[in-house]
């Protein structure tokens, strides 16, 4: 059992909860091993990423990171390139709806984890930052492309360059959040959110999510392309034969994932 990071199945929702506010290499290794472990079960149909305490995840650990600093050996920010990045494309090719429960403080790779899922429910009053620039680096975990995608290059460039602290309340007014509730709500929201999508047709979910990865660099032509064979490919799924029908019967589909 980790120590770092927790896993609970129920419903075809896998809950992972970080269970320090930092990321640490451990932790790093202990998520990325866990959203591996969800990838390749079947049973999964849902996902919700959330953390533990007063905090959702505030980025890189600096304690840990400030030994690395002052220590030989491998520079420590080769973390990035090893650990960072694979986590973050690990967390991007999940197949299945990710919802993010962001319970409390929000900060740099930890929001570009956040941003990483498809929809996040946040704590009222939690604080967001890209903190980065604050601590003289620059971006890392896609943050600068997730804050691009969300809400423009202008916004993008002024929360990287001037990372002063946002509430959960500011984040939904610019999209960054879709629901904001009570904090001691955050957890039952989020697998609520996901157990609706997990009872959902999984299949039309997974093209969704193909097309939404590419839309914003993609041609018209290629988006089109891309719908065209996906459209084929889930058309002939049990999903789609068995929600036609019920709508033609006026009775609530039931899907199977198939």
């Known amino acids: 059992m980790s120590d770092t990071v927790t896993r609970e199945d129920a419903g075809g929702v896998a809950t992972l909860s970080l269970l320090r ?38 980025g890189q650990d600096l304690g840990e990171h400030l030994q690395k600093l002052q220590g030989e050996g491998e520079p420590p920010l080769s973390v ?54 604050g601590i003289g680096l620059s971006s890392d975990s896609a943050l600068a492309a997730r804050l691009v995608h969300s809400v423009g290059g202008s916004r993008a460039a002024q929360l990287l360059l001037m990372p002063e602290p946002f509430l959960a309340e500011t984040a939904a007014e ?55 064979r996906l459209q084929a490919e889930v058309g002939r799924t049990a999903d789609h034969h068995e929600a036609v029908e019920a709508f033609l019967a006026k009775r609530a589909p039931r899907f199977t994932g198939r």
């Open 21 to 58: 506010p930092g990321l640490t290499s451990a932790a790093r290794r202990d998520l990325l091993a866990t959203v591996q472990e969800v990838a390749a079960d079947e049973s999964v149909r849902a996902v919700v990423l959330t953390g533990t305490g007063r905090a959702f995840c505030v």
């Open 80 to 133: 990035v390139e090893r650990e960072y990045n694979p986590l973050v494309l690990a967390l991007a090719a999940l197949r299945v709806p990710v919802v993010v429960g962001i319970n409390g403080a929000c900060a740099g790779a930890g929001l570009g984890l956040a941003l990483g899922g498809d929809l996040r429910v946040a704590a009222a009053g939690a604080k967001f930052t890209t903190a980065f620039t």
């Open 174 to 228: 610019w999209g960054l959040v879709h629901r904001v509730v009570a904090p001691e709500e955050v957890l039952a929201e989020a697998q609520a959110l996901a157990t609706r999508l997990a009872a959902g047709p999984t299949a039309a979910y997974r093209a969704v999510k193909t097309v939404l990865a590419t839309a914003a660099t993609d041609s018209l032509e290629q988006t089109l392309a891309l719908e065209a």
